[in-house]
T-cell receptor
Framework: DAGVTQSPTHLIKTRGQQVTLRCSPK?????VSWYQQALGQGPQFIFQ???????QRGNFPDRFSGHQFPNYSSELNVNALLLGDSALYLC????????????FGSGTRLTVV | GDSVTQMEGPVTLSEEAFLTINCTYT??????LFWYVQYPGEGLQLLLK?????DKGSNKGFEATYRKETTSFHLEKGSVQVSDSAVYFC?????????????FGTGTRLQVTL
């Protein structure tokens, strides 16, 4: 049974560009959350999607947006990239119905130059 | 707002030594508490959790007890191994359901040597 799958694993972008990161949740999970983990720090909550809607949002600017598809997969989009957006972006899936807890993917390492 | 404070690392121990990583939290209500582990180049893995006061979470020889009176959830292991070398994160979730966001501490790096 596949866990959470994220793509790509690594990405290098230039300041001002836009980026899209992708996440496929664990089978049976319907909720996807995104976290940003800067080097040497703990993950920070960006937002959470359930039933194709953003349900909760952390303290991140509107440059960060997302989407959830009918198959529960999700995308994270970041516009107008800044050097400070360089981080490991983690996707976590869960299920409201089962109390299964959160399963994290291995993340996408984004470097902005 | 909610916050989690962990002891700063790195923590360096010899194999078979006793491990304690301190974690305290600030939150209203009765959050669930978690310990996650991150190995180099990987995502987070749930190590253990506790959902109410006085609960003890345990897994792979690691233990942590939810102490509401001291708002703490310290991680312990009686005898560490080299393979335990990783970064450990304490976290809380406000609700017990899975819809809640996780609030993490800054992490504590553990290095175990032979």
């Amino acid at each position: 049974d596949a866990g959470v799958t994220q793509s790509p694993t690594h990405l290098i972008k230039t300041r001002g560009q836009q980026v899209t990161l992708r996440c496929s949740p664990k089978s049976g999970h319907d909720t996807v959350s995104w976290y940003q983990q800067a080097l040497g720090q703990g993950p920070q909550f960006i937002f959470q999607y359930y039933e194709e809607e953003e349900r909760q949002r952390g303290n991140f600017p509107d440059r960060f947006s997302g989407h959830q598809f009918p198959n529960y997969s999700s995308e994270l989009n970041v516009n107008a990239l800044l050097l400070g957006d360089s981080a490991l972006y983690l996707c976590a899936s869960s299920s409201l119905g089962t109390g299964d807890g959160y399963t994290f993917g291995s993340g996408t390492r984004l470097t902005v130059v | 707002g909610d916050s989690v404070t962990q002891m700063e690392g790195p923590v360096t121990l010899s194999e078979e030594a006793f491990l304690t990583i301190n974690c305290t939290y600030t939150a209203t209500g009765y959050p669930s508490l978690f310990w996650y582990v991150q190995y180099p180049g990987e995502g987070l893995q749930l190590l253990l959790k506790a959902t109410k006061a006085d609960d003890k979470g345990s897994n792979k020889g690691f233990e942590a007890t939810y102490r509401k009176e001291t708002t703490s959830f310290h991680l312990e292991k009686g005898s560490v191994q080299v393979s335990d070398s990783a970064v450990y994160f304490c976290a809380l979730a406000r609700d017990t359901g899975t819809a809640s966001k996780l609030t993490f501490g800054t992490g504590t790096r553990l290095q175990v040597t032979l």
